[in-house]
């Protein structure tokens, strides 16, 4: 069974500050992660993804995460955020064996990016 | 881009009634999901479906149904209402391309309210 556990449930940071988002998960496979962004009365939406290869990931918005596999860890980064970034981030692991196509998420972390 | 619609943003329904929530995509993908969203709990998967008339329970299936007739359509359905079930209710799909590599694409949700 996988879990995800995203440290924590709030953070509240300043206009251009840098932000960390932390996400660890346990498996027994290898898995691919996923990082959701949700705005408010809104869906999820695809933030970036780690499915192989380099372990830096950076989506089009100027987040990045990198993947750290002794650390079982997919932190998510900005180096300075702006006040539309607020918006709660999801955390999600899959296997990257077999046909389970389920996804399993974190509880989120809402980001509020105050001026 | 992939679409995914929800029937209804917002639904009011009262305790005991029989409850319809649709979802249709048009990606042609072959999986299909109903999480639903409750504050400081995440996304937790009712059911899932990976093939027409195929379906399999998530973590909590009590209560609820689905249906899959066509490709494109997954129906959630309350059996008989009760007040916790009111929470916000979103489906997503995702294709069986690349052994689970491909993220899941979520609708706008649906704000359901049992009274």
């Known amino acids: 069974a996988q879990s995800v556990t995203q440290l924590d449930s709030q953070v509240p940071v300043f206009e251009e500050a840098p932000v960390e988002l932390r996400c660890n998960y346990s498996s027994s496979v290898s898995v691919y992660l996923f990082w959701y962004v949700q705005y408010p009365n809104q869906g999820l939406q695809l933030l970036l993804k780690?499915?192989?290869?380099?372990?830096l990931v950076e989506s089009i918005n100027g987040f990045e995460a990198e993947f750290n596999k002794s650390q079982t860890s997919f932190h998510l980064r900005k180096p300075s955020v702006h006040i539309s970034d607020t918006a709660e981030y999801f955390c999600a692991v899959r296997s990257s064996g077999g046909s389970n196509y389920k996804l399993t998420f974190g509880k989120g972390t809402l980001l509020t990016v105050n001026p | 881009d992939v679409k995914v619609t929800q029937s209804s943003r917002y639904l009011v329904k009262r305790t005991g009634e029989k409850v319809f929530l649709e979802c249709v995509q048009d990606m042609d993908h072959e999986n299909m999901f109903w999480y639903r969203q409750d504050p400081g709990l995440g996304l937790r998967l009712i059911y899932f479906?990976?093939?027409?008339?195929?379906?399999e329970k998530g973590d909590i299936p009590e209560g609820y149904s689905v249906s899959r007739e066509k490709k494109e359509r997954f129906s959630l359905i309350l059996e008989s209402a009760s007040t916790n079930q009111t929470s916000m209710y979103l489906c997503?799909?995702?294709?069986?391309?690349?052994?689970?590599?491909?993220?899941?694409?979520f609708g706008d949700g649906t704000r359901l309210s049992i009274l």
């Open positions: 780690y499915l192989s290869g380099s372990t």
């Open positions: 479906s990976y093939d027409v008339k195929m379906k």
């Open positions: 997503a799909s995702s294709s069986t391309t690349g052994t689970g590599s491909q993220p899941q694409h």
